[in-house]
Nanobody, 127 residues
């Protein structure tokens, strides 16, 4: 069983920065996708970024590429999302999600394939 817990959300002005953290408790080996999603009220949960544990390969949604960085601290069992140059449209609840992916280092972009979720953390960016 894997348990996730996000933290680090808050309110910042446009252009500001935040770092989200996700504590990943449970067994994670080289066959997992670790991802950050975000969801607006009434909207679908949208992939922001992922990292595959086998090769550390990453993916970023086009709207955050160059501004957000996903990283991992294996020893501390933490997943991070560094968010710079935040924009009002980045306002959302952010979730970390985990799924197994042993066959490929490509991680599914849709939220439906992810088995484990945290409770979410709110990010609000004011203009």
């Amino acid at each position: 069983q894997i348990q996730l817990a996000e933290s680090g959300g808050g309110s910042v002005p446009a252009g500001g920065s935040l770092t989200l953290s996700c504590k990943v408790d449970g067994y994670i080996d080289s066959g997992f996708c670790l991802a950050w999603f975000r969801q607006d009220v009434g909207g679908e949960r949208e992939m922001v970024a992922y990292m595959h544990t086998r090769d550390g390969g990453t993916y970023y949604h086009s709207s955050v590429k160059g501004r957000f960085t996903i990283s991992r601290d294996n020893a501390e069992k933490m997943l991070y999302l560094q968010m710079n140059d935040l924009k009002p449209e980045d306002t959302n609840v952010y979730f970390c999600g985990v799924r197994q992916s042993y066959v490929s280092t490509y991680c599914a972009l849709r939220y439906g394939g992810y088995n484990y979720w945290g409770q979410g953390t709110q990010v609000t960016v004011s203009s």
